[in-house]
C-alpha cells in the first residue's frame, strides 16, 4: 500500500531527538505541511483542541497558542469565537503561513524543550495542539507549561496516542498534580491522525 501523503514526514518528525533537526524538517515542510496533514493523514486534532477550548475556556480571554505551528487552531478557534489568538512556535517558516492567515495579534519563536521566555503569570489562556508525543518534545517539558499561568488559568493540550504509550507522559502528568501546579478538569482520548491509526489523549488542565 502506498504511504499517505505526509507520512513519510511524519516518521522523519517521530525520530528526530534535538531541536535543530526539529527545526529543518519543518522549514522544509511548511509550504506543503496543512495539505499534507489534513488530507494526507486526515489530522484533526486542532478541531478537537478548539471544541474543547470552545467549551472550557472564556472566548473572551486572549488565548496563547503554544505550538501554533501555520495556524490551523487557530483558524478553529477564531471560527468558534475567540478573538485575541498569540502564536508561538519553533519554526520561522511556519510561523510566515500563519502570518499569512492574518488572525493572530503576534507571532514569535519558542524552543519549548527549554523554560518558556515568558513573563511569569501572565497567560490566561493557552492551547497546545500536535507537539507533545513521541518526537523531541516529551513528558519532561509538560512542566514548562506552569509558570507563564496565572492562577486558574485553563490549558487545552493534546498529547500523541504513540508518544502517549512509549513515553512516561502518565507519571509527568501525575507530578504536575501532586506539585500542585495543575488540577486536571478534563481528560479523553479521540482521534488524531485517523488516517495513521492514531489517536490521542486530549486534557484541560487548570492552574492552582
Known amino acids: 500500500m502506498a504511504e499517505n501523503k505526509g507520512a513519510a514526514q511524519k516518521n522523519q518528525a517521530y525520530a528526530i531527538s534535538d531541536v535543530e533537526g526539529t527545526r529543518k524538517l519543518y522549514a522544509d515542510w511548511a509550504t506543503t505541511y496543512d495539505a499534507d496533514t489534513t488530507e494526507g493523514m486526515g489530522y484533526v486534532a486542532p478541531d478537537v483542541v478548539a471544541e474543547l477550548a470552545a467549551e472550557f475556556l472564556d472566548k473572551g480571554t486572549p488565548v496563547l497558542d503554544l ?19 498569540d502564536g508561538l512556535d519553533l519554526s520561522p517558516e511556519m510561523l510566515a503561513v500563519a502570518e499569512d492567515l492574518g488572525i493572530y495579534r503576534s507571532l514569535g519563536e519558542i524552543d519549548m524543550t527549554q523554560p518558556y521566555p515568558l513573563k511569569e503569570a501572565n497567560v490566561e489562556a493557552l492551547t497546545c495542539c500536535g507537539i507533545f508525543g513521541p518526537s523531541v518534545i516529551g513528558p519532561e517539558h509538560l512542566a514548562f507549561l506552569a509558570p507563564p499561568m496565572v492562577s486558574g488559568a485553563r490549558a487545552v493540550i493534546s498529547i500523541n496516542g504513540k508518544g502517549y504509550e512509549e513515553r512516561p507522559f502518565e507519571d509527568a502528568l501525575e507530578a504536575l498534580f501532586d506539585d500542585g501546579l495543575f488540577r486536571e478538569i478534563y481528560r479523553g482520548f479521540n482521534d488524531y491522525l485517523p488516517k495513521e491509526g492514531i489517536d490521542a489523549l486530549y486534557l484541560v488542565l487548570e492552574r492552582f
Request: charged share 10%; hydrophobic share 35%.
Open 67 to 85: 505550538a501554533c505551528g501555520t495556524g490551523q487552531l487557530g483558524v478553529h478557534l477564531r471560527r468558534l469565537g475567540f478573538s485575541t489568538i
